[in-house]
């Protein structure tokens, strides 16, 4: 059964810097893209950034672009999200999530995601 728990949400200034972890257990990963989706109230939730687990290809939001980095810890199965240049704009509860067919293009759709965490708060003051 495939978990997936987030961490390091918290509150930070902006400007600040914040790395989310989502720890992967279950089986193995291989083959599989991993995403950071964000929900702010109100809002839908909206896609952040995603890696393929096998090949380290990363995609990107145009809105966090340059200031938010994904990555792997193949050993660890463990996917980061490090922000930096935090907004009061990316204030949202992140969510971590897992796509068991990673070569599917439509990596932005929440639909197109198999697993899901619980998600991690995230909340950047002016």
């Known amino acids: 059964q495939v978990q997936l728990v987030e961490s390091g949400g918290g509150l930070v200034q902006a400007g600040g810097s914040l790395r989310l972890s989502c720890a992967a257990s279950?089986?193995?990963?291989?083959?599989?893209?991993m995403g950071w989706f964000r929900q702010a109230p109100g809002k839908e939730r909206e896609f952040v950034a995603a890696?393929?687990?096998?090949?380290?290809?990363?995609y990107y939001s145009d809105s966090v672009k340059g200031r938010f980095t994904i990555s792997r810890d193949n050993a660890n199965n463990t996917v980061y999200l490090q922000m930096s240049s935090l907004k009061p704009e990316d204030t949202a509860i992140y969510y971590c999530?897992?796509?068991?067919?990673?070569?599917?293009?439509?990596?932005?759709?929440?639909?197109?995601?198999?697993?899901w965490g619980q998600g991690t708060q995230v909340t950047v003051s002016s």
């Open positions: 890696i393929n687990w096998s090949t380290g290809s990363t």
């Open positions: 999530a897992a796509d068991r067919e990673g070569y599917r293009t439509t990596y932005g759709l929440p639909t197109t995601y198999d697993y």
């Open positions: 279950g089986r193995s990963f291989t083959g599989y893209r």
